[in-house]
């Protein structure tokens, strides 16, 4: 698997931002980008790809991680392009209402236990989504303010991930499956 580790490492001592968007410079139409502060691409993933189906790439297009949906809202992510069965892990919905939406991520291969390793909550229409270990925060999306407007669009938000958080591509993943099939571009 090709990692991004090299130039962002997972043990940062202070949170890391990207900032979600479809429309980076330099990003082909169809793909939704994760910038850092500096306005580099990191991350991106083809929203136009089979419903259900998503692959996230890093920056130089190598594929990290193959997520694979079903209608009941589970989610299986494997490593790499998917092309093998290198399970990472593995999402089940457990509310969706329309103003909450829940999951459980089960880390682990095929025989992953049944005790949850985290949780993400959160409200998709309001780009609002935190991952949490226990008691402990991951990562967290919020929509970008700027003083003195009184609308904010909702098409780029921030996704902070806090120290400690382990693969900075496992909590991507997981904010990609968060706003699976909800529209971007309001």
Request: with cysteine.
């Amino acid at each position: 698997m090709a990692s991004s580790a090299l130039a962002y490492p997972s043990d940062f001592q202070i949170p890391f931002d990207l900032f979600i968007s479809k429309k980076h410079p330099g990003l082909p139409r169809g793909y939704l980008g994760l910038a850092d502060s500096s306005g580099n691409i990191v991350y991106r993933v083809n929203r136009r790809s089979p419903k259900h189906n998503r692959v996230l790439l890093d920056a130089a297009g190598n594929p990290l991680i193959s997520m694979r949906g079903s209608h009941d809202g589970s989610w299986q992510c494997f490593r790499g392009d998917g092309s093998g069965e290198d399970l990472i892990f593995r999402v089940e919905r457990t509310l969706n209402t329309l103003t909450r939406t829940e999951f459980n991520i089960f880390l682990g291969g095929a025989n992953c236990e049944d005790s949850t390793d985290f949780k993400m909550k959160g409200c998709p229409f309001q780009r609002s989504c935190t991952i949490y270990k226990g008691n402990s925060i991951v990562a967290q999306t919020s929509l970008m303010y700027k003083l003195g407007k009184a609308f904010v669009g909702r098409c780029k938000f921030r996704l902070t991930i806090f120290p400690g958080s382990g693969d900075h591509a496992v909590v991507v993943a997981l904010i990609v499956i968060f706003f699976d099939g909800r529209r971007l571009s309001n």
